[in-house]
């Protein structure tokens, strides 16, 4: 319980004020999988496509980012007096202070000519010449081809993905599944990119909220949240969101203006975010819970740290779901939400979790 106080107490400083990050003396990762900065583990929530005047930076901040892309070496600097680091390619930076993660070329299955893996290497050097002693993002791809590949659920081979990612430091696959292929396909593309470097490598995906037409949906709330959870059960060392500037078909509209319900409720999943990933960075899987329905289509995942679990479920169906918990090392207790929620009490070892359609849990004891 002490662990969840003292990151809920974090959380709440995070969330309060536009305070300035310290410079970034140093950064890179570690053999775990994290993004370290300054010699200390950094759970990034990242959003793509952001204004960079100081208002628009504050409210951003408030709503529970600690990173945003930036292309200039000035809204670096912004960014950071207003609470958050940046994300950049190399081609406008002078002044490396406020950046944490250096950016290669986008889409590099896409983009780059063969041979693929060579080329790759070559572009992580040339970003590490631009944005020295950083750690270097590389956004992949999970379908072949968009939005064409996305709808036929054309999937890379391995040489085109799990490759990709042993070649690159910090892989960032972007998943826009929303209308074409199920939610649940999140946890797989990030289940893959995990298993590829045993967990040893950072690994960010990059959530949808964009729409890839103007006549097809966004992502649900609850879609997005079940996306989160789903990536965080498999292996995610941070999450991101594209793009809060872009809205398809509509020049100067912003995605809060366009799914204002959408995106207030990120202000709730980042704060969910902002205690569970940081937990995440320094927990070990628990193998003392275990889920009876396994392949009933609901994801899970318990992990422990410091005398305190935490669970996680995910419901990437149309139907509700209920599951059954079973703790071989703890007979009674009562399982708690992390933020919000509903208790759930241990009887005899069997705690019964009620999951709605695309609905989510975060719980503790």
Not at 230 to 237: P, Y
Request: proline content about 7%; glycine content about 8%.
């Amino acid at each position: 319980m002490l662990v969840f106080a003292l990151l809920a107490r974090a959380a709440l400083l995070a969330q309060t004020g536009s305070v300035a990050l310290p410079p970034i003396e140093t950064a890179g990762s570690d053999e775990k999988g994290r993004i370290v900065v300054n010699g200390k583990p950094f759970f990034p929530i990242l959003l793509y496509g952001v204004p960079t005047d100081a208002d628009s930076l504050k409210r951003i901040h408030d709503h529970g980012f600690n990173m945003v892309t930036v292309a200039k070496s000035e809204e670096a600097e912004a960014a950071r007096a207003a609470g958050m680091y940046a994300a950049a390619h190399g081609r406008k930076i002078e002044k490396f202070d406020s950046v944490l993660l250096a950016i290669g070329m986008d889409s590099p299955v896409l983009n780059l000519k063969p041979p693929l893996l060579e080329n790759l290497k070559a572009d992580l050097e040339k970003t590490r010449a631009q944005i020295p002693s950083r750690p270097v993002m590389h956004a992949i791809g999970y379908w072949l081809n968009e939005p064409a590949g996305v709808i036929a659920n054309t999937l890379p081979p391995p040489e085109k993905y799990e490759s990709v990612v042993q070649t690159i430091e910090v892989a960032a696959p972007y998943l826009y599944p929303v209308p074409y292929q199920p939610i649940r396909s999140v946890g797989e593309a990030v289940g893959r990119a995990s298993l590829a470097t045993g967990g040893k490598k950072p690994l960010l995906p990059i959530l949808q909220i964009f729409a890839w037409t103007v006549n097809v949906r966004y992502p649900t709330a609850a879609e997005l949240k079940c996306m989160v959870w789903l990536s965080l059960i498999h292996g995610a060392r941070g999450i991101g969101y594209y793009s809060f500037n872009h809205v398809t078909g509509k020049k100067g509209v912003t995605f809060a203006q366009e799914q204002p319900e959408v995106w207030a409720s990120l202000k709730g999943v980042n704060a969910d975010i902002a205690q569970i990933g940081p937990f995440l960075l320094d927990a070990t899987e628990d193998a003392s819970v275990t889920m009876k329905e396994r392949g009933a289509g609901v994801e899970f995942r318990a992990v422990s740290r410091d005398g305190s679990r935490l669970i996680l479920l995910a419901n990437p169906t149309d139907a509700e779901k209920e599951v059954t918990l079973h703790f071989s090392a703890t007979p009674d207790g009562t399982l708690r939400p992390v933020r919000r929620g509903t208790d759930a009490a241990i009887h005899g070892g069997v705690a019964k979790v009620k999951l709605e359609a695309n609905g989510t849990a975060a719980l503790r004891n």
